[in-house]
């Protein structure tokens, strides 16, 4: 379901599915596979709307690099310079002359807004979501959408009776509060530190940003991959070199390989190719970087998914055999662990 403001904690789904009286009114296709579980879909932290390295990497050309390089940067005379490098390399917050975007970005990047909506809003939008999921489970199990009738109106029955209650009782958790992010000032404020600094995770401590003078951010970038700094020329070296082909013959021929070779059909939103970026690793004295070659999106997506899968199958094999070992010898074989639970699990 979509998370889509605050409020949905408070209906607490997960009772009304559970209901006895709800469940009964399911199709009996369905029996085996209750209780439904609820699993939601959230909005976007504000780490997607602050980091801008990867935005600034897509569009950059051979002309911005040299505008960059040419162009002065204003670290030396900043309290925030970072001397060992000459430039601009901190997670001091107090970077941000807003008091209300360093308050929010104070919470780390993973956190979301919280979201508000008009109790009005909130029956329409959830009702929406019921009929949905209707039509997609039905679909699934070959059975006519007549036979969710009764579950469906009890489920909106349900949903439309608290939110009337709290509408009536605690008017106050619907107050609309507006995102900063929607602030004009706010937003030409982002827009400013953008224009002079590009804000990466840190390394090992991705909930944390970190400002980066964007001067420095290239010519890190530039030194890694072997690039000439006064006449742009790719020189590369030992790791990289550079390859004349143009990307959309790479990007054809990696679909043409996930096709022939592993029946894999690569989506149009996948079609492209990561770029590489550096993150700080600021626990490293002095300050170093961490160089990523990666994307949300690309090429080889769907087979990293697989390969994935694939591993996790060997893993839980090994688990297993090293089990066995454990109850037969008392000698655990196995400390890899997949989840900070896990973690916990095994200092006891």
């Known amino acids: 379901m979509p998370f889509c403001c605050k409020f949905i904690d408070r209906l607490d789904f997960q009772s009304i599915f559970r209901d006895s009286n709800v469940e009964s009114?399911?199709?009996p296709t369905l029996k085996d596979f209750l209780p439904l579980k609820v699993y939601y879909k959230y909005n976007n932290p504000i780490g997607r709307k602050l980091f801008n390295y990867?935005?600034?990497?897509k569009d950059l050309n051979t002309s911005q690099i040299q505008e960059i390089l040419k162009g002065d940067c204003s670290c030396s005379t900043s309290p925030y310079l970072y001397a060992p490098h000459g430039h601009i390399i901190t997670?001091?917050?107090?970077?941000?002359?807003?008091?209300?975007?360093r308050d929010l970005m104070a919470f780390g990047a993973k956190y979301r807004e919280p979201s508000y909506m008009a109790p009005g809003n909130i029956k329409l939008r959830l009702s929406?979501?019921?009929?949905?999921?209707?039509?997609?489970i039905s679909k699934k199990y070959k059975e006519s959408t007549n036979s969710f009738k009764e579950w469906s109106t009890k489920?909106?029955?349900?949903?439309?009776?608290?939110?009337?209650?709290?509408?009536?009782?605690?008017?106050h958790v619907f107050h609309?509060?507006?995102?900063?992010?929607?602030?004009d000032e706010v937003q030409t404020i982002?827009?400013?530190?953008?224009?002079?600094?590009?804000?990466?995770?840190a390394d090992k401590a991705a909930n944390n940003f970190v400002v980066v003078c964007k001067k420095y951010y290239v010519t890190v970038l530039m030194n890694e991959l072997g690039i000439d700094y006064s006449t742009l020329e790719y020189l590369g070296n030992i790791t990289y070199k550079p390859i004349l082909v143009d990307g959309n013959i790479i990007i054809q021929e990696h679909i043409n390989v996930l096709k022939d070779k592993f029946n894999i059909?690569?989506?149009?939103?996948?079609?492209?190719?990561?770029?590489?970026?550096?993150?700080?690793?600021l626990h490293k004295t002095p300050y170093k970087s961490r160089f990523i070659a990666g994307a949300r999106n690309c090429t080889t997506k769907r087979l990293a998914i697989k390969i994935n899968m694939g591993l996790k199958v060997i893993k839980e094999c090994f688990t297993r055999y090293s089990n066995t070992i454990y109850q037969h010898s008392g000698i655990n074989a196995n400390w890899s662990i997949a989840s900070s639970t896990e973690f916990l699990d095994k200092l006891k």
């Open 25 to 27: 009114l399911l199709p």
């Open 54 to 57: 990867g935005s600034f990497l």
């Open 91 to 101: 997670g001091d917050l107090n970077i941000i002359p807003d008091k209300r975007l």
């Open 128 to 136: 929406e979501y019921v009929d949905s999921f209707i039509t997609k």
């Open 155 to 171: 489920v909106k029955s349900i949903i439309s009776n608290r939110t009337d209650f709290f509408k009536e009782n605690c008017p």
């Open 176 to 183: 609309v509060k507006e995102s900063i992010f929607k602030n």
């Open 190 to 201: 982002i827009k400013s530190l953008h224009n002079a600094y590009i804000f990466v995770p």
């Open 265 to 281: 059909v690569c989506p149009e939103e996948d079609r492209c190719i990561p770029k590489l970026f550096w993150s700080a690793k």
